[in-house]
């Protein structure tokens, strides 16, 4: 039996990058997925290929009706809901003179304020099958680069979560954790129009030598520690860093 065998998740934005390769690996470990997003095309082409144990809800997490749908699609598809995966998230950097405030709402609302509605809303299957809430964090709590600050805030806000609502929820035997990825190479920067796909590719691989091990990471190897959080049953609380060594700080001086 895989670690994974018959485990009910739901990834929110699990059409691409960190989310699409949970979904590979819980697939390939035997769990039954629903991923999430507003492009339909990158959700049809992932969940294709990942077979019959996985398939998909398009739809947007800042909005209620959407998360309805993604969380009552992952109780039918896979009989209850072991595992929320909220990893839908947006990239906004810029200079502080440059703050907009509308979009400082919109980063909170996608990265922070749906997660939060997202375990208010699961919040009864969740208890029912003792399952656990997974947030995204990011190294950018660890090192601080600079015009990188709206984002930044919103995963201290998801790593700050962590603690306060396992303390709330343990007692519902719901686990809470948070995975804290260094840079891998995804669309996020693309989608929010910061640079090309070549460009992003290169810059992520240009900080090499700022991690420990000298190389960014892969989708997958994020996903190891997701599933170590799901099975870990006497693990709440924790924001488990996955960064190749790069919150480390290494210098080479
Ligand atoms: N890449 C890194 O280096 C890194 C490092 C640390 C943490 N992270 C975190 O990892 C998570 C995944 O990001 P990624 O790097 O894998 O980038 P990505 O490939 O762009 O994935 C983000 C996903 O979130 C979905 N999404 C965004 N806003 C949404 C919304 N309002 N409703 C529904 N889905 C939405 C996107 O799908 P649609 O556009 O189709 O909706 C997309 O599939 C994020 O939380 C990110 O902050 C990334």
Same mark, same amino acid.
């Given at each position: 039996?895989?670690?994974?065998?018959?485990?009910?998740?739901?990834?929110?934005?699990?059409?691409?990058?960190?989310?699409?390769?949970?979904?590979?690996?819980?697939?390939?470990?035997?769990?039954?997925?629903?991923?999430?997003?507003?492009?339909?095309?990158?959700?049809?082409?992932?969940?294709?290929?990942?077979?019959?144990?996985?398939?998909?809800?398009?739809?947007?997490?800042?909005?209620?009706?959407?998360?309805? $749908?993604? %969380? *009552?699609?992952?109780? +039918?598809?896979?009989? &209850?809901?072991?595992? =929320?995966?909220?990893? #839908?998230?947006?990239?906004?950097?810029?200079?502080?003179?440059?703050?907009?405030?509308? $979009?400082? %709402? *919109?980063?909170?609302? +996608?990265?922070?304020? &749906?997660?939060?509605? =997202?375990?208010?809303? #699961?919040?009864?299957?969740?208890?029912?099958?003792?399952?656990?809430?997974?947030?995204?964090?990011?190294?950018?709590?660890?090192?601080?680069?600079?015009?990188?600050?709206?984002?930044?805030?919103?995963?201290?806000?998801?790593?700050?979560?962590?603690?306060?609502?396992?303390?709330?929820?343990?007692?519902?035997?719901?686990?809470?954790?948070?995975?804290?990825?260094?840079?891998?190479?995804?669309?996020?920067?693309?989608?929010?129009?910061?640079?090309?796909?070549?460009?992003?590719?290169?810059?992520?691989?240009?900080?090499?030598?700022?991690?420990?091990?000298?190389?960014?990471?892969?989708?997958?190897?994020?996903?190891?520690?997701?599933?170590?959080?799901?099975?870990?049953?006497?693990?709440?609380?924790?924001?488990?860093?996955?960064?190749?060594?790069?919150?480390?700080?290494?210098?080479?001086?």
């Amino acid at each position: 039996m895989n670690a994974l065998t018959n485990k009910s998740v739901l990834i929110t934005g699990g059409g691409s990058g960190i989310g699409e390769g949970i979904a590979r690996h819980f697939v390939d470990r035997g769990a039954y997925v629903v991923i999430t997003g507003r492009r339909e095309h990158n959700l049809i082409e992932v969940a294709k290929d990942l077979g019959s144990q996985a398939t998909y809800v398009v739809g947007d997490v800042t909005l209620s009706d959407s998360r309805k $749908k993604m %969380i *009552e699609r992952a109780i +039918s598809h896979g009989g &209850s809901l072991d595992a =929320l995966i909220s990893n #839908a998230g947006n990239m906004y950097r810029c200079d502080v003179q440059d703050f907009e405030e509308e $979009k400082l %709402i *919109e980063i909170f609302h +996608s990265n922070v304020i &749906s997660g939060m509605m =997202l375990v208010k809303e #699961a919040y009864s299957a969740l208890k029912d099958s003792q399952g656990c809430v997974l947030f995204v964090g990011s190294v950018h709590t660890q090192r601080a680069f600079p015009n990188a600050s709206p984002y930044a805030a919103t995963k201290g806000a998801l790593e700050s979560l962590t603690g306060v609502l396992a303390a709330e929820l343990g007692k519902d035997g719901i686990r809470v954790g948070c995975v804290r990825p260094g840079g891998v190479p995804t669309q996020i920067n693309v989608r929010a129009g910061l640079s090309t796909q070549e460009e992003s590719d290169s810059r992520i691989e240009s900080m090499g030598n700022l991690h420990a091990l000298g190389r960014p990471g892969t989708p997958l190897e994020v996903a190891e520690a997701f599933e170590y959080l799901v099975n870990a049953q006497w693990a709440t609380g924790n924001v488990l860093t996955i960064d190749g060594g790069l919150g480390l700080g290494v210098t080479h001086e």
